[in-house]
C-alpha cells in the first residue's frame, strides 16, 4: 500500500491518499511474463536434454566383436545424436572436434576427456554388465559457446526407455506452470 500526501488548492490541511490498486493490478502481467520466461527456459532445458525421440539412433559397426562408434562434436552438437549399445558390449568410441577445442564425457562410464580441433581421439571401454538399462547423457565438458549447455547426445543401453519416460521433463514443466499459477491466483485474492 502507498500512502502520500496530497496538497489542495483551497488551503486546507493536506489529505492522506492511499493508493493499493497500483501494483497489484500488474499481477497477472508479471506472471504471465515469468510464466512464459519460464516455460521458455524450461522446455528449452528439458529439449536439450532429453529429446532422443526426435534424433536418428546410430547402432554403430561391428568389427572383431566391437562396436564401434565415429562421433563428430561441433559447436554446438555432436553427431551423431544417439548411439545404441547393449550391456556386456565392447565399444570404441572414434571422437574429433571439427571446430574448437570440445569436451566429452558419459559419468556412468567414467569418460571425461578433451577434444582438440583436428586430432581423432580413440576411447575403447566395456559397458558394465550389472548397469541399468536406460538412457544416459553424453555432454561437451569444455566451455565452448552460448550453446555450450545444450551440447549433449544419447548413450542408450539396452532399451531407449519407453513410456512416460520420454515425457517427464514436459511433464514437470507444465506441473511448474500449473503451480506457479495456483500460487499467483491464491496471492491475488489474498491481497484483495
Not at 516455460?39 to 562396436?67: C, D, K, P, Q
Not at 571439427?98 to 571425461?112: C, K, P, Q, R, Y
Not at 548397469?131 to 561437451?140: D, K, L, N, P, V
Request: charged share 15%; hydrophobic share 45%.
Amino acid at each position: 500500500m502507498w500512502i502520500f500526501v496530497k496538497m489542495t488548492n483551497s488551503g486546507a490541511d493536506p489529505q492522506m491518499v492511499s493508493n493499493s490498486s497500483g501494483v497489484f493490478n500488474k499481477v497477472p502481467l508479471i506472471a504471465a511474463i515469468v510464466a512464459v520466461i519460464g516455460i521458455l527456459i524450461t522446455f528449452g532445458m528439458a529439449y536439450g536434454v532429453h529429446n532422443v525421440a526426435a534424433v536418428s539412433i546410430s547402432e554403430g559397426r561391428m568389427v572383431n566383436g566391437v562396436r564401434e562408434f565415429e562421433l563428430k562434436a561441433q559447436q554446438w552438437e555432436f553427431e551423431p545424436r544417439a548411439i545404441k549399445v547393449n550391456r556386456g558390449e565392447n565399444i570404441m568410441l572414434t571422437l574429433q572436434s571439427e571446430d574448437i577445442t570440445h569436451g566429452f564425457a558419459i559419468n556412468e562410464l567414467g569418460i571425461n576427456m578433451d577434444l582438440p580441433p583436428g586430432e581423432k581421439i580413440t576411447r575403447r571401454v566395456t559397458i558394465p554388465a550389472d548397469i541399468s538399462e536406460g538412457t544416459y547423457a553424453m555432454y561437451c565438458t569444455v566451455f565452448c559457446g552460448i550453446g555450450h549447455p545444450y551440447m549433449k547426445a544419447h548413450l542408450i543401453i539396452g532399451e531407449a526407455g519407453g513410456g512416460m519416460t520420454k515425457y517427464l521433463p514436459f511433464a514437470s514443466a507444465a506441473l511448474v506452470v500449473v503451480v506457479f499459477g495456483g500460487f499467483t491466483a491464491v496471492a491475488r485474492r489474498w491481497i484483495r
